[in-house]
């Protein structure tokens, strides 16, 4: 019929409040008999008249999913979520703090299926892909949604969701720590030549502006690739002294 929210003294009609002995219907009902040999029926799960609406914390345990690309990973998160509708909690469904943990790990396998967990290739379609990793404000915002649309029936209101922890699994970390130690040696390698090559030029350029060296396209490729060597190397260079000349 309603909630009582204000204060004060009330009467309710014992027609209108759940059963305080109801069984959970995961266990059935159980029975024991009393001194006349009569059956009594036992409470499997107890629900009260009473609910709390204020707001509770659900931290989900880690779970081993696979990602939008199939990779195998590691995910976790926490929800914030309250009580709305308590006639919804009390007759729609069976126990509702256990129908928020079960949609909750249900939503967050859904969710990791479809996103990747990280980007895989470096194209511009990839690139600006959401992933798990980088984004995780769109990820929890979309769990949230998520959550809030499969806990409307139960009269649960999401206030908050995020991921806790997110990893690759452990027999895949070794091969994707060594993908990303790949991934930042080609950058790195990348800004590097980047660098000489303008060295390199404004080198042969202000060479020939000066007017004291004359060099031909030959003797300008070879300055540059010994340029090249130097500034690239991952060792330091070894100079080799040409008592002749570049032709000979």
Partial sequence: MGTVRDEGFRWANPFYARNLGMTSAAEGPSTEKDEKGSKLLMAGHHHGSKISIRARTYNGERIKVNDKMGNPIEIATVVVWRVVDTAKAIFD????????????????????????????????ATANAI???????????????????RLEMAGIDVIDSRLTHLAYAPEIAQAM????QAEAIIAARKKIVEGAVSMVDMAVEQLAQGGNIELDDERKAAMATNLMVVLCGESEAQPVLNTGTLYN
């Fill in 93 to 124: 469904v069976d126990d509702y703090e256990s129908f928020v943990y079960t949609v909750t790990e249900t939503a967050l396998r859904h969710v990791a299926s479809v996103y990747a967990y990280d980007h895989m290739e470096d194209d511009d």
């Fill in 177 to 180: 720590l060594r993908r990303q």
């Fill in 131 to 149: 992933t798990l990793r980088t984004n995780i404000e769109e990820v929890s915002r979309t769990l949230m949604e998520e959550l809030d649309r």
